[in-house]
């Protein structure tokens, strides 16, 4: 092959590699565009889909192999290597998110009306608690151009009053 071949062929992998790897499952990006229109009970039933199928036994594994290696993927503004490899663990990380969009919304559904809606306020704690415990080494990817951590953020809402 010649070298200008070679060399096109090489970028298209990797150019299509790295948009794979920011890929999100089409359950967390509904879940947030339900949360943003202010959808919770249909932003809490997409980020269960995300939760509870088999994508929650993938995002342990990952989490098991981050924790076995003593790895702590970054927040904030990281170099593209680090991208990379906070992408490559996209399971971990939309499972992560799921469970913050799940908590974040059973907490507004609770706080619509705190009387009636007493259940919702046990999600959002369950949710919470679970990225923490199971899923803290997820990350989410914002737009603007940095990554934070679901866990953190949950962390932050607890306790839920």
């Not at 790895?71 to 990380?93: A, C, H, M, S, Y």
């Not at 009306?113 to 990225?131: C, F, H, K, W």
Request: aromatic share 10%.
């Amino acid at each position: 092959m010649k070298p200008k071949v070679i060399l096109l062929v090489l970028t298209a992998i990797i150019f299509f590699s790295t948009n794979l790897l920011m890929a999100q499952e089409p359950c967390i990006t509904n879940a947030w565009e339900a949360y943003n229109a202010g959808r919770y009970i249909n932003a809490i039933r997409y980020a269960d889909q995300c939760i509870n199928n088999d994508f929650e036994a993938r995002a342990a594994r990952i989490q098991h192999r981050l924790d076995s290696l003593n790895i702590t993927p970054g927040v904030g503004k990281v170099n593209d290597i680090e991208k990379n490899k906070i992408f490559q663990n996209g399971l971990l990380n939309d499972v992560a998110t799921a469970c913050y969009v799940k908590g974040r919304s059973a907490e507004a559904l609770y706080r619509q009306n705190t009387n009636g809606n007493r259940a919702y306020r046990q999600i959002a704690i369950d949710a919470y608690e679970l990225v923490c415990r199971r899923y803290s080494k997820g990350r989410c990817w914002d737009p603007q151009g940095w990554f934070w951590s679901p866990c953190e953020a949950a962390s932050v809402r607890l306790p839920v009053q």
